[in-house]
């Protein structure tokens, strides 16, 4: 990972839910994120992943400490009206779901390059400036 990059949830979850089902994921979440780059992140991805930890049982002080770490380890983007409104047009114009769009329009508002998802077409450009990769393709 180079230069200014948003990181989706999933590949947060990955790195914290280590278990035999996902040890490829796990591992190259963890590699991922361990590069040298710029990581930035949304409230979104924040409470994104508080919620999937949440549902699978973390003690509440281990998540926020997980939280704190991706938070000091990283740029957060605050989720603002003019991202929502960016959200939808991404939405019309590529027909991501909802969710998907808000991640969309945060990266391209915080400047980044590129966006590491699995949630999206890998491989993909938007907007001439922003490019998707899916890390376990």
């Given at each position: 990972?180079?230069?200014?990059a ?11 839910l ?21 990581v ?15 549902r ?12 704190d ?5 990283s740029?957060?983007?605050?989720i ?6 960016m959200?939808?047009?991404?939405r019309h ?6 969710w998907d ?6 990266a ?13 077409s890998?491989?993909?450009v938007?907007?001439k400036?922003?490019r ?6």
């Amino acid at each position: 990972m180079y230069g200014k990059a948003f990181v989706d949830t999933n590949i947060f979850v990955y790195a914290a839910l280590k278990s035999m089902d996902n040890l490829e994921k796990w591992r190259l979440a963890v590699e991922l994120l361990n590069s040298p780059c710029s990581v930035v992140v949304s409230t979104q991805v924040l409470n994104e992943f508080s919620s999937v930890l949440l549902r699978q049982k973390i003690a509440d002080h281990d998540i926020k400490s997980r939280v704190d770490n991706i938070a000091s380890d990283s740029t957060v983007a605050t989720i603002t009206l003019e991202t929502i409104n960016m959200a939808w047009n991404v939405r019309h114009r590529y027909k991501f779901s909802y969710w998907d769009s808000l991640i969309v329009a945060s990266a391209l508002q915080a400047g980044c390059t590129t966006l590491y998802s699995e949630d999206l077409s890998h491989d993909m450009v938007l907007d001439k400036k922003l490019r998707i990769v899916n890390p376990f393709a």
